[in-house]
């Protein structure tokens, strides 16, 4: 019987465990996608505890506790933060075979050297001993990514952020890259035409160009653009259910704008035509700056309008969606290929369903300009574990280049999610293995070395140019 989480953790053979060893784990990180917030490393902030750092708008342990029965009170209510980790401690047993319990004792080992299995039981024990080692020098934001290896991190902000922290943390000289993805959803969230009208006002202060026409509008957005590209950004992202691609004309757009900003309501088709036009704009200009561009497709968002009201968005009421994906995606990336206005593109999908949709599109637009130039997207937020990261890797291998893919990413608020990288690199070298011991790829462990540390960091770092 094998040992929980030893050092051979997930790999089945000892092809895998060379591959692992010899030629993943040292491996640096780049996480191109994640929401982790910049005036946090900006500040360098040494966390109070392990709640803060470990609970705190991590709605993955959040539905766990709901769905072990724990009191909103004890998750996001008003309880003390030991009497909230306490309750995650107390459910962390009852997540077997969840990547939670993978997740977890993987963080506790990494960051604080705890083989310990967590339980209500030494839940005061572990509290105090993270607590303490938290508030040393040790500990502090900047030292616990200089300890992780990561040299790059792509946080997610809107196109009217200042981005002060990311330029703080330039001028401080900090090792590791923090660098902006411009994420303009809101921009284009026509589908509530209040909502917008009071984000093109916030546009307009922060840009002092008065947006009375769309063309205005327009000028506004590629300042903030700009904006970004001078701070260090060469990505862009979108969280949509699905991309949009109808047909329209400038004229349609523009009278659509003089509706939105007479707080006038639209149809549902001149809603689609107005996100469909603003994701051709965007993508216009990613393609110009070289910048690469990120879809996230297919997350139903915001279920519980009850839970919805009490807490707001982005608090653990999101799941799977089933929209329909390739038609609209295909004629999208079409459009823009079509003038040669295609910029690399990452897409990933929610629902596993559309794994082999999104593995055979990315061929349809890979034109020999760049390796990889479009990618199928490491497995995205429920997918990220270990059958939905087997599956991912499966499909593309079958019907792309595992090889030129860009690897993983933490999509993760918190700082203790690095070990994701390792989890997804257990795996690969695992597949790998499996396959050689299998006699279904060559013992050529220096050739599949390379491949492995080119997905875990060298394919990254040369098609984001980092």
């Known amino acids: 019987m094998k040992k929980f989480l030893d050092e051979n953790f997930l790999l089945q053979s000892a092809t895998a465990q060379k591959l692992y060893h010899d030629y993943a784990k040292q491996m640096p990180i780049i996480d191109y996608h994640c929401h982790l917030p910049p005036d946090q490393i900006a500040n360098d902030i040494n966390f109070a505890n392990l709640t803060q750092i470990w609970l705190y708008g991590d709605h993955y342990k959040w539905r766990a506790m ?72 040790a500990y502090s934001i900047r030292s616990i990514i200089k300890k992780m290896n990561v040299k790059v991190i792509c946080t997610t902000d809107d196109p009217i952020d200042n981005l002060e922290h990311h330029q703080k943390i330039a001028a401080d000289g900090f090792e590791t890259k923090v660098v902006p993805a411009f994420r303009p959803d809101k921009a284009m969230a026509a589908d509530d035409v209040a909502g917008l009208n009071a984000y093109i006002n916030k546009v307009q202060e922060v840009t002092n160009i008065a947006i009375d026409s769309f063309d205005a509008y327009l000028s506004a957005l590629k300042k903030r653009h700009d904006y970004f590209a001078a701070n260090g950004c060469k990505v862009s992202d979108h969280g949509l259910e699905q991309i949009y691609a109808e047909d329209y004309t400038d004229a349609e757009i523009s009278t659509i704008f003089k509706k939105i900003r007479a707080n006038q309501s639209i149809s549902y088709h001149e809603m689609l035509q107005f996100k469909s036009a603003m994701l051709v704009y965007f993508a216009h200009w990613d393609h110009e700056k070289g910048w690469v561009q990120q879809f996230h497709l297919g997350a139903l968002r915001n279920n519980n309008a009850r839970m919805l009201s009490q807490l707001g968005p982005d608090t653990g009421w999101d799941s799977i969606g089933d929209f329909s994906q390739s038609r609209m995606l295909s004629k999208f990336l079409n459009k823009l290929d079509s003038t040669d206005q295609l910029a690399k593109t990452i897409l990933y999908n929610l629902n596993p369903a559309d794994n082999e949709l999104m593995a055979t599109m990315i061929g349809n637009f890979n034109d020999g300009s760049v390796a990889g130039k479009v990618q199928f997207g490491s497995a995205w937020w429920f997918l990220d574990q270990k059958d939905g990261m087997t599956k991912q890797i499966n499909a593309l291998s079958n019907m792309g280049l595992l090889s030129r893919l860009v690897g993983m990413l933490t999509d993760s608020r918190s700082f203790l999610s690095f070990p994701r990288h390792e989890y997804f690199r257990r795996l690969l070298c695992n597949l790998f293995g499996e396959d050689v011991e299998n006699g279904e790829l060559p013992n050529d462990i220096e050739w599949l070395g390379k491949i492995v540390q080119d997905i875990s960091y060298n394919n990254a770092k040369d098609y984001f140019n980092w």
């Open 66 to 137: 709901r769905a072990n029965g724990v009191n909103e009170d004890y998750i996001t209510g008003k309880k003390s933060d030991f009497e909230k980790f306490e309750k995650w401690a107390e459910t962390v047993p009852y997540t077997l075979r969840n990547p939670l319990y993978h997740w977890t004792h993987l963080e506790l080992q990494r960051y604080f050297d705890v083989d310990a299995i967590l339980s209500g039981k030494n839940a005061k024990e572990v509290y105090d001993a993270c607590t303490a080692k938290l508030q040393t020098p």
